[in-house]
């Protein structure tokens, strides 16, 4: 079993950057494939970005491309998402998750993630 909780959330203005941070617990992360997924009001969860077991392969929305960036310290047990650029948009309760297998190209597959943190709140005002 995986324990994962995120922090680093608040509300920031457009333009502003924030890191979030997914802590691990139980079983550590070094063997887990890491995501991280954002659900705005009314809108369904959407994948954001993920990162390989070793960090040697990134994925991202093209919404956050260029902007946020995923990384991971396995010795620390924590993934980070540094979000840059912040827009309104990106306003919604981020998710990280964890899969127990690199999911190479179902990388953004909700389904294929195990485990899932509580979610942090992140708010862009204009």
């Known amino acids: 079993q995986v324990q994962l909780v995120e922090s680093g959330g608040g509300l920031v203005q457009a333009g502003d950057s924030l890191r979030l941070s997914c802590a691990a617990s139980?079983?550590?992360?070094?063997?887990?494939?890491m995501g991280w997924f954002r659900q705005a009001p009314g809108k369904e969860r959407e994948f954001v970005a993920a990162i390989s077991t070793g960090s040697a392969y990134l994925y991202y929305a093209d919404s956050v491309k260029g902007r946020f960036t995923i990384s991971r310290d396995n010795a620390k047990s924590t993934v980070y998402l540094q979000m840059n650029s912040l827009k309104p948009e990106d306003t919604a309760v981020y998710y990280c998750?964890?899969?127990?297998?690199?999911?190479?190209?179902?990388?953004?597959?909700?389904?294929?993630?195990?485990?899932w943190g509580q979610g942090t709140q992140v708010t862009v005002s204009s």
């Open positions: 998750a964890a899969a127990p297998n690199n999911l190479g190209r179902y990388y953004y597959s909700q389904s294929r993630y195990d485990y």
């Open positions: 139980g079983r550590t992360n070094s063997a887990y494939f």
